[in-house]
């Protein structure tokens, strides 16, 4: 299937190429950009990470593209929706993520991305809704979600499946929108 590729005002969101694997190398071994997922990769980790995240997007024609700042960043980072294969409440869904490396943030890039993301989901996709999750102290990632409009319930709360109860990463936040109040908001 071939990869759509997205464009905002600033942003290209593209298929991987091999140019790409060192810095996302990079991006994934930075504590900063690390914190709060499940932790720093190594240089084989991540290339295989991009494999992964390759075939998916030619498999299914969505998934995590890479995104380039035309000009100024060969790699900003990856953003992307895909079906999540864990099982939980709100599964089967499909859910939208976003990783910069740390000296693209605080520049809007990410909403950006994910903007192009959710309009690809909801008008080339037909999705009736994207969902996100984090951990509740991952407070850039949340406020990228309230800024794309995504609400969140307690009730959503959710200890995620891959993570041992007891790991402090385990519990997460759910936010979700759906396609029609995503229409409904100036873009
Ligand atoms: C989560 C993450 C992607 C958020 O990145 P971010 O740069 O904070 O988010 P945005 O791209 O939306 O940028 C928003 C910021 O850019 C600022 N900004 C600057 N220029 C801007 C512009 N032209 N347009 C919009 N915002 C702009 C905003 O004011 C805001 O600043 P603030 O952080 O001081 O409030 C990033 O922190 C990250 O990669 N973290 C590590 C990985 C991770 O945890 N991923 C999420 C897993 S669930």
Redesign the pocket.
């Known amino acids: 299937m071939s990869i759509p590729v997205l464009r905002t005002a600033?942003l290209l969101l593209r298929g991987w190429e091999e140019e790409d694997l060192a810095d996302f190398a990079a991006l994934n071994s930075d504590p900063?950009?690390?914190?709060?997922?499940s932790g720093r990769l190594s240089r084989s980790e991540s290339d295989a990470l991009v494999q992964r995240m390759r075939s998916r997007l030619e498999a299914s024609g969505f998934g995590w593209w890479a995104v380039e700042a035309p000009g100024r960043a060969r790699l900003v980072?990856a953003v992307g929706i895909l079906a999540p294969r864990f099982s939980a409440h709100f599964t089967p869904c499909v859910e939208i993520?976003?990783?910069?490396?740390?000296q693209?943030?605080?520049?809007?890039?990410?909403?950006?991305a994910?903007r192009a993301a959710l309009r690809f989901g909801f008008e080339s996709l037909g999705l009736d809704e994207i969902v996100?999750?984090?951990?509740p102290h991952?407070l850039?990632?949340r406020?990228?979600m309230e800024?794309l409009g995504m609400t969140r319930r307690d009730a959503d709360d959710f200890d995620h499946p891959l993570f041992e109860q007891a790991h402090p990463l385990s519990r997460h936040v759910l936010y979700r929108l759906r396609r029609d109040a995503w229409r409904e908001r100036p873009q």
């Open positions: 600033r900063r950009v690390m914190a709060l997922l980072g993520g976003w990783r910069l490396a740390a693209h943030w605080g520049q809007g890039y990410a909403t950006e994910a996100a999750f984090t951990v991952n850039r990632s406020a990228v800024r």
